[in-house]
C-alpha cells in the first residue's frame, strides 16, 4: 500500500491543523492505521492510531486531549486533527499502515510507511 500524506505548514501556537494520508493499492479497510511524528534529533514518536474500522483510537500521552484521529474507509484516508497546537508539537509527521490487529504503538508494528508532512508551530 502507498501512503502520502498532506496538510502540514507553519502555524502559531494555539492554532488548528489537520492532517491527511490517502492510501493506495491495497484495501484500506484491512489495515490499522498510525501517526508517528519525528523532530530533529529525537527518536520517533507514537502520536496515535486508529483501529481497520475506525471504532478505537489511541494516543500519546503528549497529545491526548489534543489530537483527533479518524478515518473514511470510502475516501482510503486517515486523518490527523490537531488543535491547541504547541511548539513542540513541531515534527515531521507519518503515517503508517499495519496488517496487525489493536494498538500498535511501536514503528516495527507497521509495515508501510508514508514520506512524511512537516508542522512546524511557531511560539
Known amino acids: 500500500v502507498q501512503l502520502v500524506e498532506s496538510g502540514g505548514g507553519l502555524v502559531q501556537a494555539g492554532d488548528s491543523l489537520r492532517l491527511s494520508c490517502a492510501a493506495s493499492?491495497?484495501?484500506?479497510?484491512?489495515?490499522?492505521m498510525g501517526w508517528f511524528r519525528q523532530a530533529p534529533g529525537k527518536e520517533r514518536e507514537f502520536v496515535g492510531s486508529?483501529?481497520?474500522?475506525?471504532?478505537?483510537?489511541y494516543y500519546g500521552d503528549s497529545v491526548k486531549g489534543r489530537f483527533t484521529i479518524s478515518r473514511d474507509n470510502a475516501k482510503n484516508t486517515v486523518y490527523l486533527e490537531m488543535n491547541s497546537l504547541k511548539a513542540e508539537d513541531s515534527a515531521v509527521y507519518y503515517c503508517?499502515?499495519?496488517?496487525?490487529?489493536?494498538?500498535?504503538?511501536?514503528?516495527?508494528?507497521?509495515?508501510?510507511w508514508g514520506q512524511g508532512t512537516q508542522v512546524s508551530v511557531s511560539s
Open positions: 503508517a499502515a499495519s496488517v496487525r490487529s489493536g494498538f500498535l504503538s511501536r514503528e516495527d508494528g507497521y509495515n508501510y
Open positions: 493499492g491495497d484495501t484500506f479497510s484491512r489495515y490499522v
Open positions: 486508529i483501529t481497520n474500522a475506525g471504532l478505537r483510537t
